[in-house]
């Protein structure tokens, strides 16, 4: 997902993966599945077979744990903000856990086009020193979108197929 605002000169892109579902219904479905894999767990244990308990607690234990997981990596993001003389990115999740300054004359745009219909291009935000991989979370109409608005604010592109437009 990209989002953009600009005030006073300054322009901030947030680029944030899609989520089909909130914390609070992942925790439905995981709360379903445990009651019914713990329910057929103790039909067989009352059945004889105890052995499956711990089994099952342990399936359910991982699907919660990787769920969580799951989650938590749907609310990392990348903030891009582009002033006049300076571009910054803030990356984390919830909160900025990286934090680069670019010069804005120095930077540019490094992208590395699809080569299938099943595969999205690539962006960096380069300068002399580093280059940051932006968007590895997005689909290809996202980061269609987000290349537009960084060339459109001023980030001089450099492509792979130069020779092509996009």
């Known amino acids: 997902m990209v989002k953009h605002f600009t005030q006073n000169k300054h322009t901030i892109i947030t680029l944030s993966p899609n989520c089909s579902a909130s914390w609070k219904e992942i925790k439905l479905v995981v709360l379903l599945i445990t009651v019914f894999v713990l329910l057929i767990a103790i039909i067989w244990a009352f059945l004889g077979i105890w052995l499956i308990l711990p089994f099952a607690g342990f399936e359910v234990a991982l699907l919660a744990f990787l769920m969580h997981k799951v989650n938590r990596r749907c609310y990392s993001q990348q903030v891009i903000t582009i002033n006049p003389d300076k571009v910054q990115i803030e990356c984390g999740v919830k909160q900025p ?13 490094s992208v590395i086009e699809a080569e299938n219909a ?12 580093i280059s940051i991989k932006l968007g590895e979370f997005l689909n290809q109409q996202d980061c269609v979108i987000a290349r537009d608005l960084l060339t459109q604010n001023g980030i001089m592109e450099v492509n792979d197929k130069w020779w092509k437009t996009h």
């Open 118 to 129: 099943y595969d999205r291009l690539q962006m960096m935000l380069t300068d002399e020193k």
């Open 97 to 109: 856990v990286f934090k680069w300054q670019f010069e804005r004359r120095k930077t540019h745009l």
